[in-house]
């Protein structure tokens, strides 16, 4: 494998391996952990697009361990072949992606080709070399903005998404329930995140947006080290108790210990009749203010902010109903606001300049 920077060839292979694609990310890299913790091995493919190697080495020192990462693009067939014929790779989680719903809008054709022909490519790949349990990353965004709170998995998904970002993942979804149609012997399950926030407690990893951060809790904590003068709060007069929008924030050691619980799940079921389909999210709704209070409390920093217009797409309020999760997987969120909170301080005030301050 030339021209990739690849370590896998310096360990030795373990019978079963997971591959982990987009496994240098926020929620990657923090799923890595929890992985190693319940004892599965892993090879990791990032073409770094959103993120740094330096996640991967830090990972390595939180586990104790080297970590075999390959530096590529799930649209490389070739590489996905190579990466397939040299381990014994019994599943996928599928990270990989690009994730931000604003340039979604101004780069719709990108979106659609890394998105939606990259994972079509890795389940071609996979199909190939029959390997067919697969975790995909997807999001709340499928549901739209929806008529009922909180959402459970079978209300209807697809309709009002607002941007490519969220098509494409709903595209995906139906990409995998057609495919389990066509073979039934795929294992697949479907993660339908809310949001992620906060940081390993090591301190050592966390979220490291590039440029202005367009998600709010690493906007609030850019703020809170100086490094933005304020937050602008999008929206006061939206239909929710302090008139800002709700959304259920999951803890990302909650949300990777999820896909854990997922894996197993696949694992230990052979007679599934369609692809597992969960929602990942703590079932309580906090509003941008709550979350500015939230983390004012755990950081003892006082955040400015204004109010300004609602922002293009957002909806007023989305929280989930968590209890198929519960049911199936026997995984609920542990952790609450504070420590999300208190954790993605930690982060950001041990890396005020994220992984490039190393
Ligand atoms: P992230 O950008 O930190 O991680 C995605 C990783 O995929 C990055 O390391 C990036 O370099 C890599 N990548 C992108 N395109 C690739 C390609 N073609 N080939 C190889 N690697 C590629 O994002 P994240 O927050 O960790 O999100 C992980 C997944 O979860 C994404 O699919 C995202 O859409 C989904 N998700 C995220 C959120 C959220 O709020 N963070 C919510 C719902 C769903
Ligand atoms: N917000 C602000 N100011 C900011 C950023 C956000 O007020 O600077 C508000 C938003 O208006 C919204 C809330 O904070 O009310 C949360 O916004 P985020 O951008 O953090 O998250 P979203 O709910 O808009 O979307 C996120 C991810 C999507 C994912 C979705 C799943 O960005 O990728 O969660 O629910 F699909």
Redesign the pocket.
């Known amino acids: 494998m030339k021209n990739n920077n690849i370590s896998s060839s310096l360990i030795p292979h373990p019978s079963s391996l997971i591959l982990v694609?987009?496994g240098?990310?926020?929620?990657?890299s923090h799923t890595l952990i929890e992985l190693d913790k319940a004892g599965f091995d892993f090879i990791v493919?990032?073409?770094?697009?959103?993120?740094s190697e330096k996640a991967i080495r830090r990972v390595e020192k939180i586990i104790n361990k080297k970590i075999p990462f390959v530096k590529?693009?799930?649209?490389d067939k070739k590489l996905l072949r190579e990466i397939f014929k040299e381990n014994k790779i019994d599943s996928v989680i599928h990270?990989?992606?690009?994730?931000a719903v604003g340039e979604s809008v101004e780069k719709p054709l990108e979106y659609y080709e890394?998105n939606v022909c990259?994972t079509n490519n890795l389940l071609e790949v996979m199909k190939e070399f029959g390997v067919k349990k697969f975790v995909f990353?997807?999001?709340?965004?499928v549901y739209g903005e929806p008529d009922k709170m909180p959402v459970t998995e079978d209300m209807q998904t697809g309709v009002g998404i607002t941007n490519p970002?969220g098509r494409s993942?709903y595209m995906i979804e139906e990409i995998l329930k057609d495919l389990f149609i066509s073979d039934n012997s795929w294992k697949i399950a479907i993660l339908r995140?809310f949001?992620?926030v906060g940081a390993h407690e090591s301190g050592m990893i966390g979220?490291d947006p590039e440029g202005i951060p367009n998600?709010l809790m690493p906007f609030i904590t850019q703020v809170a080290v100086g490094k933005l003068p304020k937050l602008r709060v999008f929206g006061g007069d939206y239909p929710t108790h302090d008139g800002t929008g709700v959304r259920d924030y999951i803890h990302v050691m909650d949300l990777a210990n999820a896909h854990v619980k997922a894996l197993e799940y696949l694992n230990n079921n052979n007679d599934l009749n369609e692809p597992l389909i969960v929602n990942l999210g703590t079932g309580q709704g906090y509003s941008v203010l709550d979350m500015v209070k939230a983390f004012e409390r755990a950081s003892g920093v006082k955040i400015p902010y204004e109010i300004v217009d609602r922002r293009p797409g957002d909806i007023a309020k989305i929280y989930a109903n968590p209890n198929k999760a519960k049911e199936l997987l026997g995984w609920e969120a542990k952790r609450g606001i504070d420590e999300m909170c208190e954790s993605a301080w930690n982060w950001q005030s041990k890396n005020p300049k994220g992984y490039k301050g190393e």
């Open positions: 694609t987009g240098a990310g926020y929620i990657g493919l990032d073409n770094l697009s959103n993120s590529g693009d799930i649209r990270f990989a992606g690009l994730k890394n990259g990353s997807s999001s709340a965004t970002y993942k995140y949001n992620p979220e998600n």
